[in-house]
Nanobody
Framework: QVQLVESGGGLVQAGGSLTLSCAASGGTFNTYGMAWFRQAPGKEREFVAAITWSGVGTNYADSVKGRFTISKDNAKNTVSLQMNSLKPEDTATYYC????????????????????WGQGTQVTVSS
């Protein structure tokens, strides 16, 4: 059983930056593809970014492409999401997710493909 704990959320002004981290335990981290999803009040959970178990392949939602960067540190069992040029519409609870195996190059982008989830961390971007 994999446990995921997110951190790094907070309140930031539009145009600012935040880095979210997700610490994983209970599994062989370098065999898991990882992703970030987010959910704003009254909206469905949506895909943000993903990275393959190999760390080679990444994928981003169009709304964050060029502003967010996902990275994976297998030595530290962590996945991070660097968020730059934040906008008020980025306000949401951000969730880390993990799924074993998968493609070497192409990360999964659907929430149903991920088996393990963290509790979430709140990101609020003020205008």
């Amino acid at each position: 059983q994999v446990q995921l704990v997110e951190s790094g959320g907070g309140l930031v002004q539009a145009g600012g930056s935040l880095t979210l981290s997700c610490a994983a335990s209970g599994g062989t981290f370098n065999t898991y593809g990882m992703a970030w999803f987010r959910q704003a009040p009254g909206k469905e959970r949506e895909f943000v970014a993903a990275i393959t178990w190999s760390g080679v392949g990444t994928n981003y939602a169009d709304s964050v492409k060029g502003r967010f960067t996902i990275s994976k540190d297998n030595a530290k069992n962590t996945v991070s999401l660097q968020m730059n040029s934040l906008k008020p519409e980025d306000t949401a609870t951000y969730y880390c997710a993990a799924a074993k195996g998968g493609s070497y190059y192409n990360p999964r982008a659907s929430n149903w493909e991920y088996d393990y989830w963290g509790q979430g961390t709140q990101v609020t971007v003020s205008s």
